[in-house]
C-alpha cells in the first residue's frame, strides 16, 4: 500500500525556490514526528527537517534558514518550503516518519544548476 506520495521537485537555477508536498496515508503522521530526507547519487540518505506533533522543528545546519518545515496533519500533508537555493541541494527528496519509518516512497527529484 502506498503510504507517502511527494511532489513539488523540478529544475530550478541557483537562488530560486520550491515547496515540496508530501501526501500520507490517512493517520500516517498524526502524533508522530515526520521529516524530510533527501538523497543524491553515491551518498547515504541524510536528514533535512523535521517537525514534532506540536510543531517545533530541527534542520541541518547547511538548509537551516533557507528550508522551512511544516504540517497539516488535517490533510495529511508535510510540506518543505525550500528557499535560496543552492547546486548542492540537488537530490531526491523523501518524506517518512521520524520515529517508526515506514516503507519509503519514491521521492521527489529537485535539481539546481546555472
Known amino acids: 500500500q502506498v503510504q507517502f506520495v511527494e511532489s513539488g521537485g523540478g529544475l530550478v537555477q541557483p537562488g530560486g525556490s520550491l515547496m515540496l508536498s508530501c501526501v500520507a496515508s490517512?493517520?500516517?503522521?498524526?502524533?508522530?514526528?515526520v521529516a524530510w530526507y533527501r538523497q543524491s547519487p553515491g551518498t547515504q540518505r541524510e536528514l533535512v527537517a523535521r517537525?514534532?506533533?506540536?510543531?517545533?522543528?530541527r534542520y541541518l545546519d547547511s538548509v537551516r534558514d533557507r528550508f522551512t518545515i511544516s504540517r497539516d496533519d488535517a490533510k495529511n500533508t508535510v510540506y518543505l518550503r525550500m528557499n535560496s537555493l543552492k547546486p548542492e541541494d540537488s537530490a531526491v527528496y523523501y518524506c517518512?516518519?521520524?520515529?517508526?519509518?515506514?516503507?519509503w516512497g519514491q521521492g521527489t527529484q529537485v535539481t539546481v544548476f546555472p
Open positions: 517537525i514534532g506533533p506540536t510543531t517545533t522543528t
Open positions: 517518512n516518519r521520524f520515529i517508526s519509518p515506514l516503507d
Open positions: 490517512s493517520g500516517v503522521f498524526f502524533g508522530y514526528p
